[in-house]
């Protein structure tokens, strides 16, 4: 399945690279958000990515954004990829409205980072028809995609989304829907366990992440990466480990729950556990 017309639900940070990385590969993109001015956003986002992958011999920044198109509704494409905030009402919301839409032959894939697609595939009448295609940021650079098999997923729609992935240049990975899938029930615990550290005064925000990345090799430290990722979003997917495993150990620490509280939600709000100006 070629997949020659996507509609992205979400222009966020997420949504917007997912876009650009779409149209980069020759594909006409639909690009729709509720809030008004988001995709004119994330049009500007995508014009200074591709302007500095163009400097790297990357495509004209012009005909890239050429094939994306802005769309005030959800339209009927091949694919669907949500990328909308990580709450299962909205989510389901959209598949809803897609499935209702789309031709009965198209997929619906969401990015979502925590979100169980079961329960996504559960509210349309393609269930077979629904997977998890989880990119990570920021989507133009990094190589992984999480694809993720609901209950229902059937083998045809897993191939057809790890074949895209493959032809965006992207390197896809196959995880069972559990909660988290892999990439966050590893990496949300360590995100956890570095606020704890730093709420009970082990060290300075910047030490813990010095030791991260000089000891450990990433690129960013465990706090930095929290406010990169929105710490309003690591609280959401820490509370869907916690309520789906039901494991203590998961429940978040209460120092990123009063940030999220007092509006410190990291990169996108200017603040978080580091200041940006």
Do not use: W
């Amino acid at each position: 399945m070629r997949f020659e017309h996507v509609l992205v639900v979400g222009a966020g940070q997420m949504g917007g690279g997912i876009a650009q990385v779409v149209a980069a590969s020759g594909r006409r993109v639909s690009l729709y958000d509720e809030v008004s001015d988001a995709v004119e956003r994330a049009r500007g986002a995508m014009e200074k990515s591709l302007g500095k992958l163009a400097e790297k011999g990357g495509a004209a920044p012009d005909e890239v954004l050429g094939r994306v198109s802005h769309v005030e509704k959800i339209v009927a494409a091949d694919l669907m990829i949500e990328a909308v905030v990580e709450n299962a009402e909205v989510k389901e919301d959209v598949f809803r409205r897609a499935d209702q839409t789309f031709p009965p032959e198209a997929i619906l894939a969401s990015n979502t980072s925590s979100i169980p697609i079961t329960s996504l595939a559960s509210v349309t009448s393609r269930p077979d028809k629904v997977v998890g295609m989880h990119f990570f940021n920021p989507v133009p650079v990094l190589q992984l995609v999480e694809v993720i098999r609901a209950l229902q997923t059937s083998d045809e729609t897993a191939a057809a989304i790890v074949a895209l992935a493959e032809d965006l240049g992207k390197t896809p990975a196959e995880a069972n829907d559990f909660p988290g899938f892999v990439s966050n029930r590893i990496l949300m615990p360590f995100v956890n366990e570095a606020a704890y550290a730093l709420m009970e005064g082990v060290a300075a925000a910047e030490a813990i992440d010095t030791i991260a990345r000089l000891g450990f090799a990433h690129p960013l430290g465990p706090l930095a990466l929290a406010d990169l990722i929105g710490l309003d979003t690591c609280v959401s997917i820490m509370e869907v480990l916690h309520d789906g495993l039901g494991d203590p150990k998961y429940a978040p620490c209460p120092l990123l729950r009063q940030y999220v509280a007092a509006g410190r939600l990291g990169r996108k709000s200017g603040r978080g556990f580091y200041d940006y100006p």
